[in-house]
Every structure is written in structure tokens, then in C-alpha cells.
């Protein structure tokens, strides 16, 4: 089954540039270079956006981003099983709760990347969320479908559904995007392009914020991107019927985090962390957060932003 889905993956990348027939899709090691470069240079990472300087003089930027998918994963896979429904139930129910009280502690923003479905099932949460105008919410696709599995037509119409449900649920149109399980089609920059999004924060090019090019051209689109290793799934995700049932202790995954914000501050640039309210929403992982937070705020000088304020302060420099 994941082989089917990783081809077909692959065939409708390679099919919807049309630049490439179904036999070289098929077949990659028959492409030649020009369609190879055309493949490579759809979506690029173009100029390094980190500034001379942070807002007063910081040394780093924190973004703390939380992926509110509730009970989207189970409704895109049609599995509509109670337990597994009871899952994202708990994301709404306890994590976000919890967590907004520790970001409340310190006085911390962070954005909240919400499918669509996610903020027509729980409307309390959403607000909640906005309440204390410090939080962002972010796109993250309608039900959390994978992009590209969707025909470009489909992906638009769920892209500007997802925009208006959010625009409407907020009292303010979304600034970015987080696509669902960072999955980016051929289509999705010129959709995000379309629908006038400020930045993006899905994809891996860097660990700096940078400049989206589209067939070799700037797009004036902000790219804040992420990485597993800064991911909560890798380390606390559980699948049932998986043979991979990750059972990784919340110091250890401390230390990598921490690690990588230290050396984030000795660079000068960003760290972006992505978690999700399922996984770390639970008592010990919500624990283990506090004491990054602790970790962080040692440190002089660190700004704590949301991704579109970190976006637009880097698009201001860019443009000077």
C-alpha cells in the first residue's frame, strides 16, 4: 500500500508539469536533464531572509507552532472508528486548553495551523485561541487532505474553502499556511500565490527563513521551514497497527530540541518548532515544554513571535 501511494505520489508530480510522459514517470532514470531541472526547479528556496538584526536587539526568533488537527486525520482516512475519534477529541477537549495556560504563564504567542473541519467542530477552541490577540491561526488544509493526491482544481477549492471558513471563523483572513503533513503539490505555491498568503511553513529547504522561488523567479512568499527533528510526531506519534511505535522519553526529545534552539541562538536565525496538541498536549510532554520554555528564556535576548510576525518582519527588511 505505501508503495502504491508513494508512486502515485510521484506519477501525478511528474504528469502534472507535462513535461514528462507516464513511461518516464515510471521510469525516472529515463528523464533527461532539462526535464530533471524542471522537476528540481518547480519550488526552490531562493534568498536567505535572516536579518541583520531582531526586533530590540534579539539574538534569535522562537516560533512555536501547534498543529490543531483533532479529529481531520481519522475523517480523511474514512476511519471512523470511536477510539480513534476520541484522539483528536482530546486535542480539543484537554491539550489546547493546557496549553494555551502555559503559553498564558509566560506570556508567550504561538500560531496554531487549524484545518478547516477542526474549526467548524470545535468553534470554542478557535476562540479561545484568539481570545487573548496573541495567537495566530494558520491555514492547514480543509479536512487535512493530502495535497497531492487532488487535482489542481480540487486543491484550489479546498484551499479558498479552507481560507473563508478560517477568515470567518477569526474575524481575519488567515496570513499563511501549513499544508496538511507538509505535503506540497506542483500546484500549491501558485495557489498560495492566488489567495495573497504572506508566508509558508512546510517546507525543509533550510533552517532559515528564505524567499520562495517558482520556476527560478522570486514570489515575494516567505518560507519559515520546519523539520522532523523538530516535529513531536517522529518522537510521541503511536499508530495501532503500525510496526514502527515510537516510545521516545520527553528528556530525550528535550535534549535534541534544546540543542537545536542553542545552536539557533549561536546562529543568529530562527527555530521553528512544530508539535501537535495530541501528542503534546499530555501531561509529561506538556511538562517537558515548560522546561524548553525555561530553557529558552535563560537566554537574554530571544524574541517570541508568531510565524506571520516573524514572516512580515523579514519581508519589511527584505524590501528596504
Keep these: 500500500m505505501k508503495k502504491r501511494i508513494v508512486f502515485t505520489f510521484g506519477a501525478l508530480f511528474f504528469l502534472t508539469l507535462g513535461q514528462v510522459s507516464s513511461q518516464e514517470a515510471k521510469k525516472p532514470w529515463l528523464l533527461s536533464l532539462d526535464q530533471i531541472k524542471s522537476v528540481v526547479n518547480k519550488v526552490r528556496a531562493g534568498k536567505d531572509l535572516t536579518p541583520p538584526a531582531w526586533p530590540d536587539g534579539a539574538k534569535v526568533a522562537v516560533a512555536l507552532s501547534f498543529d490543531f488537527d483533532a479529529e481531520t486525520n481519522a475523517l480523511r482516512d474514512s476511519d471512523y472508528s470511536p477510539g480513534v475519534l476520541s484522539q483528536g477529541e482530546y486535542a480539543a477537549r484537554v491539550a489546547v486548553p493546557r496549553i494555551l495556560a502555559l503559553l498564558d504563564k509566560y506570556r508567550i504567542p504561538a500560531s496554531f495551523f487549524v484545518p478547516a473541519v477542526t474549526a467548524l467542530l470545535h468553534p470554542g477552541e478557535i476562540k479561545a485561541i484568539t481570545a487573548k490577540d496573541r495567537h495566530e491561526i494558520g491555514m492547514h488544509g480543509w479536512i487535512h487532505e493530502r495535497n497531492s493526491l487532488l487535482s489542481e482544481?480540487?486543491?484550489?477549492?479546498?484551499?479558498?474553502?479552507?481560507?473563508?471558513?478560517?477568515?470567518?471563523?477569526?474575524?481575519?483572513?488567515?496570513?499563511?499556511?501549513?499544508?496538511?503533513?507538509?505535503?506540497?503539490?506542483?500546484?500549491?505555491?501558485?495557489?498560495?500565490?492566488?489567495?495573497?498568503?504572506?508566508?509558508?511553513?512546510?517546507?525543509m529547504a533550510d533552517d532559515r527563513p528564505y524567499e520562495l522561488f517558482e520556476d527560478g523567479k522570486p514570489t515575494g512568499v516567505v518560507e519559515l521551514p520546519?523539520?522532523?527533528?523538530?516535529?513531536?510526531?517522529?518522537?510521541?506519534?503511536?499508530?495501532?497497527?503500525?510496526?514502527?511505535?515510537?516510545?521516545?522519553?520527553?528528556?530525550?526529545?528535550?535534549?535534541?530540541?534544546?540543542?537545536?534552539?542553542?545552536?539557533?541562538?549561536?546562529?543568529?536565525?530562527?527555530?521553528?518548532?512544530?508539535?501537535?496538541?495530541?501528542?503534546?498536549?499530555?501531561?509529561?510532554?506538556?511538562?517537558?515544554?515548560?522546561?524548553?520554555?525555561?530553557?529558552?528564556?535563560?537566554?537574554?535576548?530571544?524574541?517570541?513571535?508568531?510565524?506571520?510576525?516573524?514572516?512580515?518582519?523579514?519581508k519589511e527588511q527584505m524590501l528596504k
Excluded at 155 to 166: C, G, H, N, V
Excluded at 183 to 189: E, Q
Excluded at 232 to 253: L, Q
Excluded at 271 to 298: D, N, Q, W
Design 153 to 203: 482544481e480540487e486543491e484550489r477549492d479546498l484551499m479558498r474553502k479552507s481560507f473563508d471558513t478560517l477568515k470567518a471563523a477569526t474575524g481575519k483572513p488567515p496570513a499563511g499556511i501549513r499544508t496538511p503533513s507538509w505535503d506540497f503539490s506542483p500546484s500549491t505555491l501558485k495557489i498560495i500565490r492566488e489567495l495573497g498568503l504572506l508566508y509558508d511553513s512546510s517546507l
Design 226 to 314: 520546519v523539520e522532523w527533528l523538530l516535529d513531536d510526531y517522529p518522537y510521541f506519534g503511536f499508530e495501532r497497527y503500525s510496526a514502527v511505535r515510537p516510545h521516545i522519553a520527553p528528556a530525550d526529545v528535550m535534549a535534541i530540541w534544546a540543542a537545536e534552539f542553542d545552536k539557533a541562538y549561536e546562529e543568529g536565525t530562527v527555530f521553528v518548532l512544530t508539535m501537535h496538541p495530541k501528542y503534546s498536549g499530555h501531561r509529561s510532554r506538556i511538562a517537558m515544554l515548560e522546561k524548553l520554555i525555561e530553557h529558552m528564556l535563560a537566554r537574554q535576548n530571544v524574541w517570541f513571535a508568531t510565524h506571520e510576525a516573524i514572516a512580515r518582519y523579514v
